[in-house]
């Protein structure tokens, strides 16, 4: 999750702007969890689903 669309609830401004403790402690701790799938957009994911589902198909033709 990201923090672009994120209001906070101390201060009722965008989380990604950090303008009180509460929102740069958010922040901070969204930033700090973001793993390798965190920086993806929806299209790259279907992009990689779409190629894994390829790469099966084709795998399952050569054995067969």
Avoid at 22 to 41: D, H, I, M, P
């Amino acid at each position: 999750m990201t923090c672009d669309r994120l209001v906070c609830a101390n201060c009722a401004s965008p989380v990604s702007e950090g303008r009180c403790p509460v929102c740069r402690a958010s922040r901070e701790r969204l930033q700090q969890q973001e793993g390798f799938f965190a920086g993806l957009t929806p299209a790259a994911l279907v992009a990689l689903l779409v190629a894994l589902v390829a790469v099966t198909v084709v795998a399952r033709s050569f054995a067969a």
